[in-house]
């Protein structure tokens, strides 16, 4: 073969002197953006983002019941051009998913919560900003101004949840996302034996952890102290900001609690948190605008149910009074068209975005998001569907379900 061939057919990739952008070039998928992210955390952090409550049954489950459904493909249909935009609670986005709120999230990459704000501006997608996030609510609304969400926890300190409620609306927040399913914190069983800790107590396991990651340790070293940014005039009582983070669960919250918060939040109101149809339908009957079937991320209770598998028991139960959103469990594409097909409006996901935040910071953040949006539009290609709407309305018949 002549030397002339052997250059046709050998193509021969430059060499690419940026680091994260060579790691991010070997990404195929969220499970690569994984694999990446696990070799840059040390294992406390590593445990934080992968854990779940207990014996990790919901974790696992939540993942499983996605793995039961099948896809029933339409073909000789055009699907030459397909459109992903959406509305989501009255906005429209690119893609029909958001980014759910993750506590912690500077402890995945010293850029934290900003990066993954740009990165879902650039994408098209709400981004959701944590009662527990490392920053403030006030910095990353003037940061990264967009379509931004902040979750919200009804504190055992009324007022102080009062006072957070006005910080948000005057820092221009549109949707407001109350989470219902923490009456108290579920055992996270790899955080305890990880002595997992906001900012990170050092013991002699956890420094030699940290020396095997000098990346993330210097990156840690160089920024701001990590606390809760949000609750960050509390830190300086006795038993610090975490310790009073956790004693501000409050158990006697109650369905007055949210008829208190509708009327003092004028905005789309979300809560996120059930997998009742009971309680999906007192929620619309409170005035909500949407209902996030969730259980957390297998984070609270375990051996719930997955929220996918009570997802078309709790359309039917609210019919179209309330956008339905699912999380917990997703970690493809085809998630999220199994999700919109059996009646979910949108979807929320977590993890993935973890994983790409912690394999290349905004970039790898973007990148999660582009994998997830990519595998939507394939798959409703070859599904036969070319918009959203025609997959909700086709949905039924292009799901099946084994084992449910």
């Excluded at 990353?140 to 101004?145: E, K």
Aim: proline share 4%.
């Amino acid at each position: 073969m002549r030397y002339e061939d052997i250059r046709a057919l050998v193509r021969l990739r430059g060499f690419r002197w940026d680091r994260v952008e060579r790691t991010l070039g070997r990404c195929v998928t969220v499970a690569d953006l994984r694999a990446v992210a696990a070799r840059n955390w040390p294992r406390g952090v590593r445990g934080y983002v992968e854990g779940g409550a207990d014996d990790e049954l919901s974790l696992r489950r939540n993942q499983e019941a996605f793995e039961r459904y099948g896809l029933v493909t339409r073909t000789l249909r055009d699907v030459a051009q397909v459109d992903t935009r959406t509305r989501i609670l009255g906005h429209e986005a690119a893609l029909p998913f958001g980014l759910a709120p993750t506590g912690y999230t500077r402890m995945m990459h010293a850029d934290g919560e900003p990066a993954v704000a740009r990165a879902a501006r650039q994408s098209g997608v709400p981004y959701t900003l944590s009662t527990m996030a490392t920053t403030s609510l006030e910095d990353l609304a003037r940061q990264v101004p967009g379509e931004l969400w902040f979750q919200l926890y009804v504190l055992r300190d009324r007022g102080l949840t009062k006072e957070l409620l006005e910080r948000v609306e005057h820092s221009g927040y549109r949707v407001l996302m109350l989470t219902v399913d923490t009456a108290v914190t579920g055992l996270r069983v790899r955080d305890t034996h990880n002595g997992f800790t906001i900012p990170p107590q050092l013991s002699p396991s956890t420094v030699l952890d940290m020396a095997r990651h000098p990346a993330w340790c210097l990156s840690l070293l160089r920024g701001e102290p990590i606390t809760f940014a949000n609750l960050a005039q509390h830190s300086r009582t006795p038993e610090g900001v975490m310790a009073f983070a956790a004693g501000q669960f409050d158990a006697s919250v109650t369905w007055e609690d949210l008829a208190w918060l509708r009327e003092r939040w004028s905005g789309p109101l979300v809560v996120k948190g059930m997998v009742s149809a009971r309680d999906a339908v007192r929620a619309a009957e409170a005035g909500v605008d949407g209902v996030v079937l969730s259980n957390h991320g297998g984070r609270q209770l375990d051996r719930a149910v997955a929220p996918i598998e009570v997802l078309p028991e709790v359309r039917q139960a609210v019919g179209d009074r309330v956008e339905l959103l699912v999380d917990s469990g997703i970690r493809r594409g085809t998630d999220i068209v199994i999700a919109l097909a059996l009646g979910a409006d949108s979807v929320l996901v977590g993890r993935p975005y973890l994983y790409g935040l912690g394999a290349g910071g905004e970039r790898g953040a973007a990148a999660a998001i582009r994998m997830l949006g990519e595998e939507v539009r394939r798959a409703m290609q070859l599904l036969g569907v070319s918009s959203i709407g025609q997959l909700r309305e086709e949905g039924p018949a292009l799901v099946r379900g084994s084992g449910l």
